[in-house]
């Protein structure tokens, strides 16, 4: 059964730092995109970040890009998501995503993704 859990978001001041992590269980991380998506309340869902399988190459929203990093530990079947310099807009649900043998677009949509994981709130406040 192909599995994804979160873990890592928490209350943290804007300019701080977190990391989240993605465990995957039940298939083989290397072969699989995995992304990342954010919903805020009253907001809509937007792709954050993704990963390819196979070449790692790595695609980022423009309101992340150069603050975030996306990165994958295969021996430990993680994928990480690094973020740097949060701001209050970057507060919301954060939620991994996974799909088998795909490669990652520059439009991070939900739809290209079949495997979800539950979530981790991310709260950026003073």
């Known amino acids: 059964q192909v599995q994804l859990v979160e873990s890592g978001g928490e209350l943290v001041q804007p300019g701080g730092s977190l990391r989240l992590s993605c465990a995957a269980s039940?298939?083989?991380?290397?072969?699989?995109?995995i992304g990342w998506f954010r919903q805020a309340p009253g907001k809509e869902r937007e792709g954050v970040s993704c990963?390819?399988?196979?070449?790692?190459?790595?695609y980022y929203a423009d309101s992340v890009k150069g603050r975030f990093t996306i990165s994958r530990d295969n021996a430990k079947n993680t994928v990480y998501l690094r973020m740097n310099s949060l701001k209050p807009e970057d507060t919301a649900v954060y939620y991994c995503?996974?799909?088998?043998?795909?490669?990652?677009?520059?439009?991070?949509?939900?739809?290209?993704?079949?495997?979800w994981g539950q979530g981790t709130q991310v709260t950026v406040s003073s």
């Open positions: 995503v996974g799909e088998d043998g795909s490669s990652c677009h520059p439009t991070i949509v939900s739809a290209d993704f079949g495997s």
């Open positions: 039940g298939f083989t991380l290397d072969y699989y995109a």
């Open positions: 990963i390819s399988s196979f070449d790692d190459r790595t």
